[in-house]
């Protein structure tokens, strides 16, 4: 005869087939941070929560209700079907210890599929209370690890109501917060994140230090989640207060450079700017420390500042080799992205002399054609608005130049560099055009005639010292003209 729990679990079985045929309607869930899954390293202070006990009910109680956490259906909804005869049958304890340990080998090798498939037969077999407990924890983080979070939910939510007094339940609740994070369901992660730090206060003093571990942990994680819905006030209130704590020094830094980045975005710029300032000197070799000097030079610039926004960036397209190589990616993708942006600013402001400062340092940061030449093209736009016609033509024909050089590569994107020569020779076009167009101006209409303070005439004629080293008339840097 079937066994009654198996009756029972075939049952659900029916029941997740019905739910599944709904789940393509379910609203689009939306990824974790991936900064969000790094756990801090061990602390040793706690710090008092009741405050935040107290608005943890109340976020409770508003709790955003996921697809599914009702959907008790989707808790065992194995990939293949489990024939009523096997579960007839049974299976005795050492078939089911060799199928967890399938589950286990085919988890640590990201093969879900069939990690799935084994702890779902474990818990429709006859198994032990213990094996029971593992097998439904593991399936849950195998959901959450393949990306079904509606399905892990209600595992985790099934796993909470089966082993309330659980001494895993710190890292259940951890875990179920990131997860209902993960499908948008922000305030009951939140809610989430608060119970694990309910939860550590409960248990036996057996492992405090693992309890202590997570609560800082969960205090992270909403600190993150209240970064990522844009309430920054609440996360510079959280990540100040973690950056106070008794924290190994990467995890200081992390929660110190997240409060300063949550002023930014606030616009609470002599905030930021102050703060900023403090973590790149404090930490100035943290991984984040690109994008710490993106923040200043954004801010300064914001403030009206732009003399500082120009030596903030500077500094950082020119960080040494042995700096920039221990992430070279990172601080690449931080360079160009300062770079370009802060030199549009001024170009757009017409400071031509700082525009044409970052274009110039921008260009040493590589050698390919395609990042090399369309930079090289706005210096001589910057070079053009400052009346150095014969630089900006150089830049034009270099570009020419190197475009039939890149286009002979098969690898280079011919389109792409064949559009900027053409714009390059239409800018020699067009430089032509008015030099010839001052010429014959300059016949039609010649300069006065200047006298000099002894009433002997001046030559119309400027001296070498109205000129730059080129021949061309000084012109203050940042006049537009």
Known sequence: MIQPRAVALLSLLLCCRLAASTESSAP????????????????????????????????????????????????????????AEQVAHGANEEEIASLLRIGRAKFEKNDFASAQMAFMQVLVEK?????????????????????????????????????????????????????????????????????????????????????????????????????????????????????????????????????????????ENDKAISGLVSFIEQYPDDENIPEAKYLLSTCYRKQGRSQESLRTTLDLLRAEAHITNKDPKRWAYWQRKTGNQLANEFYQSGDFASAMAIYQNLAQLSTDPTWTLPVQYQTGLCYERLRRFDKARE???????????????????????????????????????????????????????????????????????????????AVASNTLR
């Open 395 to 473: 830049c034009y024909q270099s570009i020419i130049d190197g475009v039939k050089t890149a286009t002979k590569s098969d690898a280079a994107p011919k389109g792409e560099l064949t559009d900027l020569a053409d714009m390059a020779t239409w800018r020699l076009g067009q430089l032509e055009w008015q030099f010839k167009t001052d010429a014959t101006l300059s016949t039609i209409f010649p300069p006065p005639q200047l006298h000099q303070p002894d009433g002997k005439p001046e030559s119309a004629t400027p001296s070498s010292k109205d000129h730059d080293t080129h021949g061309n008339p």
């Open 28 to 83: 689009a869930t939306e990824q974790v941070a991936k900064a969000s899954e790094h756990a801090p390293a061990e602390h040793s202070e706690s710090v008092d929560h009741a405050d935040d006990a107290a608005h943890a009910e109340h976020t409770e109680s508003a709790a955003v209700q996921t697809p599914a956490a009702s959907a008790e259906g989707e808790i065992l909804q194995p990939n293949t079907t489990v024939e």
């Open 127 to 267: 198994a032990s209370p213990e094996q029971d407990h593992e097998a439904l924890l593991a399936l849950a983080r195998s959901y959450r690890k393949n990306g079904d979070f509606t399905k892990a939910t209600a595992v985790y939510e099934r796993f909470l109501k089966d082993y309330p007094s659980d001494p895993e339940l710190p890292m259940v609740y951890l875990e179920l917060g990131r997860t209902v994070r993960a499908l948008g369901a922000y305030k009951r992660a939140i809610a989430r994140f608060y119970s694990v730090l309910n939860s550590t206060l409960k248990l036996p003093e057996d492992g405090q230090d693992t309890y202590r571990q997570l609560a800082r942990t969960a205090q992270f994680e909403i600190a993150e989640t209240y970064f990522q819905i844009g309430d920054y006030a609440q996360a510079t209130r959280f990540f100040s207060r973690l950056k106070l704590l008794d924290l190994a020094p990467e995890d200081r830094a992390r929660a110190f450079f997240k409060s300063v980045f949550s002023l930014a975005l606030a616009n």
